[in-house]
Nanobody, 129 residues
């Protein structure tokens, strides 16, 4: 299995930028497609972005497209989420996760929590308006 640990969250103002990191350990990081999810207070955990094994293909939720960028550094076993033009509605706990479904990443299963078996503990992002 792979262990994941997020960092980089914090309190920022609307319009600011923030970069989240997810450090992986355990099994080979490049063996996994990876994703970012977020969970606002009192709401369900939602898909944010996903990236293929070597970073060639990325996917985004419509709500973050054009503002967020997912990337990875397999040599450093790290996943990133660059968040620009932050809005108050981006406030949430952000989680990184390893995609373990047998379905291809290009399928809609990439947006489902159940398609990811390994999760970090989450990092809080708060955007004040």
């Amino acid at each position: 299995q792979v262990q994941l640990e997020e960092s980089g969250g914090g309190l920022v103002q609307a319009g600011d930028s923030l970069r989240l990191s997810c450090a992986a350990s355990g099994r080979t990081f490049s063996n996994y497609n990876m994703g970012w999810f977020r969970q606002p207070p009192g709401k369900e955990r939602d898909f944010v972005a996903a990236i293929s094994y070597f970073g060639r293909t990325v996917y985004y939720a419509d709500s973050v497209k054009g503002r967020f960028t997912i990337s990875r550094d397999n040599a450093d076993n790290t996943l990133y989420l660059q968040m620009n033009s932050l809005k108050s509605e981006d406030t949430a706990v952000y989680y990184c996760a390893a995609y373990t479904s047998s379905a291809p990443l290009y399928s809609y299963w990439r947006t489902k929590v159940g398609s990811y078996n390994y999760w970090g503990q989450g990092t809080q992002v708060t955007v004040s308006s």
